[in-house]
Nanobody, 127 residues
Framework: VQLQASGGGLVQAGGSLRLSCVAS????????MGWFRQAPGKERKFVAAISWSGGITYYADAVKGRFTISRDPAKNTMYLQMNSLNPEDTAVYYCAARLLVPGDSSDYERMWDYDPWGQGTQVTVSS
């Protein structure tokens, strides 16, 4: 499967953005999916994940209650709705896919379980 992320941009603090990740060349419904982000000079970190069925979602504490991950099998697309954005959310956001079924929800945070990755989309939140 190949992944293409989009939807980033510049937004003021308190605003919203919706990121999209379109999958091609593969059976989208077989893959769990996730979003990660990387701020300048920092390591890439887990943001949110969703199971292959969409029935399980998992979030980093930093975004819980503000971000919502979802997927639309008919469009081979995963989304990340981001509300109440703050400058600490500024980063390049990456989508990724995983075949491994997590033994525990926290396994969704393991970056090395994801392959392939899409290119990043920049999100900048101004104060």
């Amino acid at each position: 499967v190949q992944l293409q992320a989009s939807g980033g941009g510049l937004v003021q603090a308190g605003g919203s953005l919706r990121l999209s990740c379109v999958a091609s060349r593969g059976r989208f419904n077989k893959w769990g999916m996730g979003w990660f982000r990387q701020a300048p000079g920092k390591e890439r970190k887990f943001v949110a994940a969703i199971s292959w069925s969409g029935g399980i979602t998992y979030y980093a504490d930093a975004v819980k209650g503000r971000f919502t991950i979802s997927r639309d099998p008919a469009k081979n697309t995963m989304y990340l709705q981001m509300n109440s954005l703050n400058p600490e959310d500024t980063a390049v956001y990456y989508c990724a896919a995983r075949l491994l079924v997590p033994g525990d929800s926290s396994d969704y945070e393991r970056m090395w379980d994801y392959d392939p990755w899409g290119q990043g989309t920049q999100v900048t939140v101004s104060s």
